[in-house]
């Protein structure tokens, strides 16, 4: 994936968005269980590298330059998916719920794509307004995201790990 294909960082991550929702009305129209588990690790896949990049490099650059409240919001939000995430990856379709799980997760996707890409208020409006270089950001995110995909196809990664929140047995 050339970096030149997105304009910027806010770009790149957008296209993560769009193709995620792709894999999700996929997983919709699926009906066969190796097709749902194979559509669910790449959807897994997608969401642990997308919020690696985001946490790792995004969120920190814009801390203190953009709202708190909506930076806080987005790790908590992230968190929540990554419990999901990694209930999915230890699931199979046979399993109860799991259809809904993800589901659930999809939902939960719609709403933190939606409160990112809000055109006025959102988080990437926020930070276009900030003068941070985006060009820069998105090469930072390319490699970075470059090697998370590596390490996936080499063997995997590292179920997520939520850093927000405190998961507390029920």
């Not at 990049?53 to 814009?62: A, G, R, S, W």
């Amino acid at each position: 994936m050339p970096t030149g294909e997105f304009t910027d960082a806010i770009a790149l991550l957008k296209a993560d968005h769009r193709k995620v929702e792709g894999l999700f009305e996929q997983f919709e129209k699926a009906s066969g269980a190796d097709r749902k588990q194979a559509l669910v690790r790449q959807i897994c896949t997608e969401l642990k590298i997308h919020t690696m990049i985001e946490e790792e490099i995004l969120y920190p650059v814009f801390r203190g330059k953009i709202s708190d409240d909506t930076l806080d919001e987005a790790y908590v939000e992230h968190d929540g998916a990554k419990v999901l995430i990694n209930d999915l990856e230890a699931s199979a379709p046979t399993d109860d719920f799991y259809d809904a799980k993800v589901s659930v997760l999809s939902e939960e996707i719609k709403h933190h794509v939606h409160e990112e890409e809000m055109p006025s208020d959102g988080m990437f409006a926020q930070c276009r307004r900030t003068g941070v270089d985006l060009v820069a950001l998105r090469d930072q995110m390319m490699a970075r995201k470059q090697q998370l995909q590596a390490q996936a196809e080499n063997g995997g990664l590292p179920a997520a790990q939520p850093i927000a929140m405190k998961l507390v047995p029920a």
